[in-house]
């Protein structure tokens, strides 16, 4: 999906984009997919089969150096929503941004001076110690300085040609960043060459201001650098972009993954309860068979194991989630005399408890299941058009509370977006003292499941306010009261921007609806 809104709005944006891979590459994003590339090239294939595999750059410096025209390299995981301006694009030479003492630099640079026998200059400790560390990074990256590009490259190439019996002593995988990075940028400073960059300096590894879907359309670019794709949110916004703009494209990926049999994050799409046109039935579906969801308590049998670890003799394996839920209450007050252990376990059991009754209620059948699918795709449209309205339009439309939802007020955050990191979550909410964290479930209708929207003082004062319908222009005089008047006359418009956000953050998490 990201290869797919990547080539896609590239190509609303440029208007030319040309794909250089190899022989599967093209087998999946030519011929399976038909993403609308306006030349393909399989140079890759086999020339760079005996690299390490963890040397994903390589294939971006060789692309680099069989370049004749003056070119611009976008990632796969790049979305551009605004062109980039002349100047930029007849750059000597461009790149993303500016890294400035990014920590994978200095680690991996010291790394190299520890174990490689061969090192370019640009590279000896003696010439970055006690200096600012700067990096180009390449999400984007080009030029029209072909003897620079010439020199670079080769240079690249050498780095790990003359290393490759010390590759194993390193973290392989960061040298990527050295030498298409760092070499990069300290090479065209060398030669006194300046880099146009088309985003600012990042001195933060967050790289916060890169993955804020939700600034769309007011963001000139996307870019979910390293673990940034793993984030639930993020898949969620890529699935979501790609299905509201290209949802031909969108539905082609979906369908070869459910023909594949693979799993997808997006369980919805297996679902037999599921009838969208987009869908052909799965060959080993069974009609009229519901594939009913098994009971969630992950969190409640891990909070289980921790207690029952902690305390071995008050026989807590005993107690079990698949019990009435009176009963299991019970038990854990006999069995936990501490009460604060009694209270975190029985929180958790009653916010899962209470997860599963809501389930089954929304996706009870076909009709509740496509209902609830049909109105996720048109919310986000929705969204999406309304922060592309100017400021006066945009003030006007009214907002109000979710159709489905749960108010649950919880004293500890149980958020889980990864099942590995459960026993962690566990252990420090067993450890941590009681706070008020108001917690909303939400329809996901991607998973076909329940999410958690855990809400801020102000996501509360303002689903507190719209127990009616309000115009976002009417809610602006209503959060004056919780602001004091010095912040509201001295800086109105940073007061009425934090509101936005906060309603546009709360629309895309589904914590409030558009009022049609």
Known sequence: MSWALSCLQAKAIFGEVNLVTDLKGKGILIDRLQLPYSTVSTELEGILDHYHPSLWALAKIYTYSIQTEPFL??????????????????????????????????????????????????????????????????????????????????????????????LTKVNTGSLNFIFEQYLFCQLAAAAKIPISYYGEMVDNPLFKDYIKFEDYPHVQMVHPVGGFKKYPHVCD???????????????????????????????????????????????????????????????????????????????????????????????????????TESDCLLEIFKLESTTNSFLKKLYANQAAVTKLYKEGVKSYKQIQKIFSLPENELL????????????????????????EQ????????????????????????????????????????????????FTIGDI??????????????ENYLSFKQLIINTVRGMLYAGAVKINS
């Open 237 to 339: 916004h890529v699935a979501k972009k790609l299905r509201s703009d290209y949802p031909e494209y969108y539905y082609r990926v979906i369908n070869m993954v459910r023909s594949g049999g693979a799993n997808m994050r997006s369980a919805i799409y297996f679902s037999p309860l599921l009838k969208l046109d987009q869908l052909p039935s799965l060959a080993a579906e069974k009609p009229g068979v519901v594939k009913k969801a098994e009971p969630y308590f992950d969190r409640t049998n891990a909070a289980i194991d921790y207690l029952n670890k902690k305390h071995p003799l008050n026989k807590l394996s005993a107690l079990k989630p698949s019990i009435s839920q009176n009963e299991f209450i019970k038990q854990a007050k006999l069995l936990l005399p501490n009460n």
């Open 73 to 166: 390299h976008l990632d796969g995981d790049i979305f551009i929503w605004q062109k980039p301006d002349e100047e930029f694009l007849s750059s000597r030479l461009a790149a993303q941004n500016l890294d400035k003492n990014l920590e994978f630099y200095l680690s991996t640079l010291n790394e190299i001076n520890e174990q490689f026998t061969y090192i370019p200059s640009p590279l000896l400790k003696a010439n970055y110690e006690h200096k600012d560390l700067y990096g180009s990074n390449a999400g984007l990256l080009g030029g029209s300085d072909f003897n620079f590009f010439k020199t670079y490259c080769e240079q690249a190439f050498k780095f790990i040609d003359e290393n490759k019996a010390g």
């Open 476 to 489: 602006l005089p209503e959060m004056k009261q919780y602001f004091s008047s010095e912040e509201i006359e």
């Open 396 to 419: 006007k439309i009214k907002i109000n509370r979710p159709e489905h939802y749960k108010l649950f007020k919880t004293k500890w955050h149980w958020k889980l977006d990864y099942k």
């Open 422 to 469: 459960v026993n962690a979550l566990i252990e420090r909410n067993f450890n941590e003292e009681k706070s008020a964290q108001p917690v909303l479930l939400l329809p996901d209708e991607l998973q076909g499941n329940i999410k958690e929207y855990y809400l801020d003082e102000l996501d509360m004062i303002i689903f507190d306010t719209i127990k009616d319908p």
